[in-house]
Nanobody
Framework: QVQLVESGGGLVQPGGSLRLSCAAS????????MGWYRQAPGKQRELVAQ???????RYADSVKGRFTISGDNAKTTVHLQMNSLKPEDTAVYYC???????????WGQGTQVTVSS
């Protein structure tokens, strides 16, 4: 069973930066896209950024211009560079890899990001 392992979360002051990384424990075939989601207390999980297998990124409006997603299908890794962090970015961040195989998608266990002074 392939697992996704996230790293890079932590506590940062407003205006600071963090880089999240996600790596698969094994090979994942037929990747459609890779992305990052987040869930704040009392809120629904939301898409933050996603990158297609062809390298096209898309972002939630709330993070455009501040976050950058990058990925490597061959290495099955995906990163999220987060700059100019705000308190409202505080959440548990999850990586997700979607494949073209029906129902075969993978979630990471989540990493906490806290933005506070």
């Amino acid at each position: 069973q392939v697992q996704l392992v996230e790293s890079g979360g932590g506590l940062v002051q407003p205006g600071g930066s963090l880089r999240l990384s996600c790596a698969a424990s094994g090979i994942i075939f037929s990747i459609d896209n890779m992305g990052w989601y987040r869930q704040a207390p009392g809120k629904q999980r939301e898409l933050v950024a996603q990158i297609s297998s062809g390298g096209s990124p898309r972002y939630a409006d709330s993070v455009k211009g501040r976050f950058t997603i990058s990925g490597d299908n061959a290495k099955t890794t995906v990163h999220l560079q987060m700059n100019s962090l705000k308190p409202e970015d505080t959440a548990v961040y999850y990586c997700k890899i979607n494949t073209f195989a029906y129902g075969r998608n993978y979630w990471g266990q989540g990493t906490q990001v806290t933005v506070s002074s």
